[in-house]
């Protein structure tokens, strides 16, 4: 894993999230775990060599950020906001996020189908949030504090984790660095007030969801990045274009590459960008 400071470990070359820890005079602390199980057995045991796992905090529910907690169990309590809780790996949800995360063990992880559960297995324990919040949340193990700040609007439940004693905060899906941002179901008007939010913490680093660890000057590059994809869909409504004109005519997929082992999802994510700004600025919504 790469190592950010003294303390603080990420892995940024794995399809799905950043998944990364925090090395305490009082344990170890995980930031989020890999969808990809011999990267998730990999991670707990790199952790714990530095210590018994404290605390998994969840920075949001997607798939990518959730699934390997299954690989901790036993480990310390989960702690997430309560929003990540309620949807925590819905069997409802499509697509079915559990079905996603056995879609990529063919190609981003074959020696792991000898270790996945099948679906019954898995959710008798997926490990789920045991600690749950509403607003912040601020936690001390050993000599670091970890400020969970709630930060909504790439998902309902999303947060923050900012340790001041290393001058680092784990942002999760609230900044995608270098690669595709994924809309969908978020809400921008809480994104941008979420980038302002981070934009006010004294760090050095920021590790995001996806993509290499940056500064808080990226803050500014994904605040317009997301700008940029409301006014494009705005000016095409403008201009009278139906859905499916916005649909064929808007894209950014010459900006950036998607993030790691999705490369195939380009055009998926710019349609779906698309439709979900499109629905919400027909209908008069806030995006």
Same mark, same amino acid.
């Given at each position: 894993?790469?190592?950010?400071?003294?303390?603080? @470990?990420?892995?940024?070359?794995?399809?799905?999230?950043?998944?990364?820890?925090?090395?305490?005079?009082?344990?170890?602390?995980?930031?989020?775990? #890999?969808? !990809?199980?011999?990267?998730?057995?990999?991670?707990?045991?790199?952790?714990?060599?530095?210590?018994?796992?404290?605390? !998994?905090?969840?920075?949001?529910?997607?798939?990518?950020?959730?699934? $390997?907690?299954?690989?901790?169990?036993?480990?310390? #309590?989960?702690?997430?906001?309560?929003?990540?809780?309620?949807?925590?790996? !819905?069997?409802?949800?499509?697509?079915?996020?559990?079905?996603? %995360?056995?879609?990529?063990?063919?190609?981003?992880?074959?020696? +792991?189908?000898?270790? @996945?559960?099948?679906?019954?297995?898995?959710?008798?324990?997926?490990?789920? #949030?045991?600690?749950? @919040?509403?607003? *912040?949340?601020?936690?001390?193990? $050993?000599?670091?504090?970890?400020? !969970?700040?709630?930060? #909504? +609007?790439?998902?309902? +439940?999303?947060?923050?984790?900012?340790?001041?004693?290393?001058?680092?905060?784990?942002?999760?899906?609230?900044?995608?660095?270098?690669?595709?941002?994924?809309?969908?179901?978020?809400?921008?008007?809480?994104?941008?007030?979420?980038?302002?939010?981070? =934009?006010?913490?004294?760090? *050095?680093?920021?590790?995001? $969801?996806? +993509?290499?660890?940056?500064? =808080?000057?990226?803050?500014?590059?994904?605040?317009?990045?997301?700008?940029?994809?409301?006014?494009?869909?705005?000016? $095409?409504?403008?201009?009278?274009?139906?859905?499916?004109?916005?649909?064929? =005519?808007?894209?950014?997929?010459?900006?950036?590459?998607?993030?790691?082992?999705?490369?195939?999802?380009?055009?998926?994510?710019?349609?779906?960008?698309? %439709?979900?700004?499109?629905?919400?600025?027909? %209908?008069?919504?806030?995006?």
């Amino acid at each position: 894993m790469q190592q950010v400071t003294p303390r603080v @470990f990420t892995d940024t070359t794995m399809r799905g999230c950043n998944p990364s820890f925090v090395v305490t005079s009082d344990g170890v602390v995980v930031i989020d775990t #890999p969808q !990809l199980p011999t990267r998730a057995v990999a991670m707990r045991r790199q952790a714990e060599a530095h210590g018994p796992v404290r605390y !998994l905090i969840n920075t949001e529910h997607h798939v990518d950020h959730i699934f $390997g907690n299954y690989y901790f169990r036993g480990a310390g #309590p989960v702690i997430a906001h309560v929003e990540v809780a309620r949807n925590f790996m !819905l069997k409802s949800q499509h697509p079915s996020p559990y079905d996603y %995360a056995r879609e990529a063990l063919p190609t981003d992880d074959p020696e +792991g189908e000898a270790i @996945f559960p099948d679906e019954d297995t898995y959710f008798q324990d997926p490990n789920r #949030p045991a600690i749950t @919040f509403t607003e *912040d949340l601020t936690l001390r193990v $050993g000599g670091h504090t970890f400020e !969970l700040l709630f930060t #909504p +609007g790439h998902t309902v +439940g999303q947060i923050a984790v900012h340790v001041p004693e290393e001058r680092v905060v784990f942002t999760g899906d609230t900044i995608f660095c270098e690669c595709q941002t994924w809309l969908y179901v978020s809400n921008v008007d809480q994104w941008l007030a979420a980038l302002e939010r981070i =934009r006010t913490l004294d760090v *050095d680093h920021i590790v995001p $969801g996806h +993509g290499p660890v940056t500064t =808080r000057a990226y803050v500014d590059v994904q605040r317009a990045f997301l700008l940029e994809w409301v006014t494009a869909v705005a000016t $095409g409504i403008a201009q009278g274009w139906s859905k499916e004109e916005c649909l064929a =005519r808007i894209s950014f997929a010459d900006r950036y590459p998607v993030d790691v082992g999705q490369e195939y999802m380009m055009d998926h994510i710019q349609r779906e960008n698309v %439709a979900a700004l499109y629905d919400k600025l027909a %209908a008069g919504i806030r995006p």
